[in-house]
């Protein structure tokens, strides 16, 4: 009798636990559900104060979870798209600046695009992967790197990491001590580039990083 009532009492235990940890994951979704409806707001409110015509919808990306996609019109009716993730979205909306300033820019760059800039269709297979890589990516991303800190020497490349496979990778050689390097993700710059985001500002913002971390200027 005494093992069953310390069975009873351990399933009883489980079951509550269960039935707390569900709860818990209710709450959690809900307040998460809270959230991406309050940000996608924030974001239409943003853009309306210098776009007129605004939409948006917000995706589950597999890796990076909700990603917010808005939609402005010119005045001849050309649609221009462009993702954001909820994190840099909360990052900005906290931020005490204005966030209506930083995510027009990305349309208003789309914008010298004459007819419209839609998403970018994702590529078929492998093929269209890699060559969205090879031709557009890294050759994107190293133009940009050395336009941005020329005449200083950049390394910047292809590298396979152990933990992230293969990342683009880009340092300054003339830093010796400390770290001088830094590397992104693959598939982060990709689906940069599917948001209609430029894929090279990710590494621009590590490689600044770098240097305010060594006093550069």
Not at 13 to 40: D, F
Request: charged share 25%.
């Amino acid at each position: 009798m005494i093992y069953w009532v310390r069975v009873k009492q351990t399933m009883n235990n489980e079951t509550k636990n269960r039935e707390e940890s569900g709860e818990q994951t209710a709450e959690n979704q809900e307040k998460l559900a809270e959230l991406i409806k309050a940000v996608h707001h924030n974001g239409l409110t943003a853009l309306k104060m210098h776009f007129d015509d605004v939409e948006g919808q917000v995706m589950h990306q597999k890796d990076y979870g909700p990603v917010f996609i808005y939609q402005v019109k010119d005045p001849s009716n050309n649609v221009y798209a462009c993702g954001f993730f909820l994190g840099e979205l909360i990052a900005k909306f906290q931020s005490g600046n204005d966030p209506s300033l930083w995510m027009s820019s990305f349309f208003v760059e789309l914008m010298k695009t004459e007819g419209g800039r839609a998403l970018p269709k994702p590529p078929a297979g492998e093929d269209e992967a890699k060559a969205l890589i090879d031709k557009v990516i890294v050759p994107q991303c190293i133009t940009a790197l050395h336009d941005e800190f020329a005449p200083e020497k950049v390394h910047a490349g292809l590298q396979m990491h152990e933990e992230h496979g293969p990342v683009f990778e880009a340092g300054f050689p003339e830093i010796k001590d400390g770290n001088n390097v830094c590397a992104v993700p693959l598939h982060l710059l990709f689906t940069h580039l599917l948001l209609n985001r430029d894929p090279s500002e990710l590494l621009l913002q590590g490689m600044y990083n770098i240097r305010e971390e060594h006093s550069i200027n």
